[in-house]
């Protein structure tokens, strides 16, 4: 495997994800929601991980939040494809929240949060690894943020989870990775940046 670095197609999908996130902010911020695509894309970098699982992370999200002005989640996936191949499409597919079922049934949020823990144990080396990083990096803003503001509260309600779900949220997803057998490096930061958020978020006046 030959580790990513600056590519052709890495500034593609950089550009490409510029494109269907152009609108989009961090929950709670005004931060463009790129900057967290390409922190992903950081993250595997710095662990090694080949072109096309880097490119995954950067288009990782598109499906799940960028079904909007006239593309439908088939035209993104196809487009996808077609630019990027198949192995990445099918990667980020892997960690992509569903909002139905096999069956066509539309699921809670709670229920698609079961659903993407369950598919993590079929996902391909790739799409974990793409996970460990989206997390990383979501928990990892979480503990900065927390840390810098007066008032947690105003970190705390981003989220529809709370302090509780959404702190246990990211150990839940750890736990799941290390009972599929993923034991790659990156999981020694997952454990700790989420154990570090489940501190915070169990702190008194947190």
Excluded at 11 to 30: E, I, M
Excluded at 62 to 70: A, I, K, L, M, N
Excluded at 140 to 167: E, H, I, M, N, Y
């Amino acid at each position: 495997m030959t580790a990513a670095g600056y590519s052709d197609v890495i500034n593609h999908a950089l550009a490409f994800a510029a494109k269907h996130h152009d609108r989009q902010v961090r929950k709670g911020t005004r931060l463009p929601y790129l900057t967290h695509p390409a922190n992903v894309a950081i993250i595997l970098t710095r662990y090694g991980r080949d072109n096309d699982t880097v490119v995954a992370g950067i288009l990782h999200d598109v499906v799940e939040d960028c079904v909007r002005d006239g593309y439908t989640r088939e035209m993104l996936e196809q487009r996808i494809a077609d630019k990027f191949g198949v192995t990445v499409l099918e990667t980020v597919l892997a960690i992509t929240y569903r909002r139905h079922d096999d069956e066509g049934v539309e699921l809670s949020a709670d229920e698609r949060k079961l659903d993407y823990l369950d598919r993590l144990g079929t996902a391909s080396e790739e799409a974990r690894w793409v996970c460990a990083a989206d997390k990383i990096h979501n928990a990892s803003s979480t503990v900065a943020d927390l840390r810098r503001t007066v008032d947690p509260g105003t970190v705390w309600s981003r989220f529809s989870g709370g302090k509780t779900g959404t702190a246990r949220w990211y150990r839940q997803v750890y736990e799941r990775l290390r009972e599929v057998g993923f034991a790659a490096p990156i999981m020694t930061e997952l454990d700790r940046v989420s154990g570090e958020l489940l501190k915070l978020a169990d702190s008194p006046g947190s």
